[in-house]
């Protein structure tokens, strides 16, 4: 089976930077997603990272460290519209390549 | 369609009736899932489809529950007698063969 634990709820300041975690254990880790998920919409695909190290793609990155299980998107220059549910994911080969999805980290952005 | 389409996108019913919820993935991938999300949750695994290979069904939570896929394409998602606890909002999800996954609105299903 597989862990995945990230915080339920985040607040966070406009214009601020904010990180959010995320730890895992599997089995036959191939690959760890980000997702962000606005209320009453899909989920929208943010990051990938199979290697260690940080990938950055605009004002987010994401970051992993297999050895350790972890991961954390960062967002900086906050803005409103990023008050959203932020879902990590890992695959995992030894389950199919399947996807398996934290329980999600709300963040508030406030002004 | 340049995304992955579900209808209805609100379906309220009445216990013990049957539901269908039909997705409409990305056209060209192979790969289609379904989850189920209830209310302030992660997303739950239900069903994987793969090409022609046959259907993952390890995450439907009870043989009241089945899905199909047909032409490769289109997956209808099929809940029989409904219960107050299949309540939620059921997502599918398509990709290139396992791939970035891409999901659908979503159905928002109610059962009274």
């Known amino acids: 089976g597989q862990n995945i634990d990230q915080p339920t709820e985040m607040t966070a300041t406009e214009g601020a930077i904010v990180q959010i975690n995320c730890t895992y254990q599997?089995?036959?880790?191939?690959?760890l997603f980000w997702y962000q998920q606005h209320a009453g919409e899909a989920p929208t695909f943010l990051s990938y990272?199979?290697?260690?190290g940080l990938e950055e793609k605009g004002r987010f990155s994401s970051f992993l460290s297999r050895s350790k299980g972890y991961s954390y998107l960062l967002l900086k220059e906050l803005q409103m519209k990023d008050s959203a549910s932020y879902l990590c994911?890992?695959?995992?080969?030894?389950?199919?390549?399947?996807?398996?999805f934290g329980g999600g980290t709300r963040l508030m952005v406030k002004p | 369609g340049a995304g992955v389409s579900q209808s209805p996108s609100n379906k309220v019913t009445e216990k013990g009736k049957d539901v269908e919820l039909r997705c409409d993935p990305i056209s060209g991938h192979t790969a289609l899932y379904w989850y189920r999300q209830s209310l302030g949750q992660g997303l739950e695994f239900l069903i994987y489809?793969?090409?022609?290979?046959?259907?993952?069904k390890s995450g439907l939570p009870s043989d009241r529950f089945s899905a199909e896929r047909t032409g490769g394409s289109v997956s209808t998602l099929t809940i029989q007698r409904t219960q107050q606890e299949d309540s939620a909002v059921y997502l599918c999800a398509s990709s290139l063969s396992g791939d970035i996954q891409y999901f659908g609105a979503g159905t928002r299903l109610s059962v009274l």
């Open positions: 599997t089995s036959g880790f191939n690959g």
């Open positions: 990272n199979v290697l260690d």
């Open positions: 489809f793969q090409g022609n290979s046959a259907p993952d």
């Open positions: 994911a890992v695959r995992d080969r030894n389950a199919g390549n399947m996807l398996t």
